[in-house]
Nanobody
């Protein structure tokens, strides 16, 4: 019913930039927050950044000043602009949305399939 499709990952040298996109589609009534998480090999998935429906944002300390999250409500799309990338940013990046499906009374969490970001030193 709901799909989150990510794009924009890839290989970049340290100091470079990438922009991730995630578009939500399907029987969506409303979207609360949208965010990005990442998971490095052997580590837990952690929050990178989140943006509310009112455009309030919150970033992990490790990416503050380097990553910017934004959202286009008309397109149900969230973006993550990543600048000054470091090798430690290497991970699979997952998009997440807290949304209400048409006809539902509760909010549910949906995940994208993940996109690989690799930063070489």
């Amino acid at each position: 019913q709901v799909q989150l499709v990510e794009s924009g990952g890839g290989l970049v040298q340290a100091g470079g930039s990438l922009r991730l996109s995630c578009a939500a589609s399907g029987s969506i009534f409303s979207i609360n927050s949208m965010g990005w998480y990442r998971q490095a090999p052997g580590k837990q998935r952690t929050l990178v950044a989140v943006v509310s429906s009112g455009a309030s944002t919150s970033n992990a300390d490790s990416v503050k000043g380097r990553f910017t999250i934004s959202r286009d409500n008309a397109k149900n799309t969230v973006y993550l602009q990543m600048n000054s990338l470091k090798p430690e940013d290497t991970a699979v990046y997952y998009c997440n949305a807290l949304l209400k499906v048409s006809g539902a009374t509760t909010v549910s969490s949906y995940w994208g399939q993940g996109t690989q970001v690799t930063v070489s030193s």
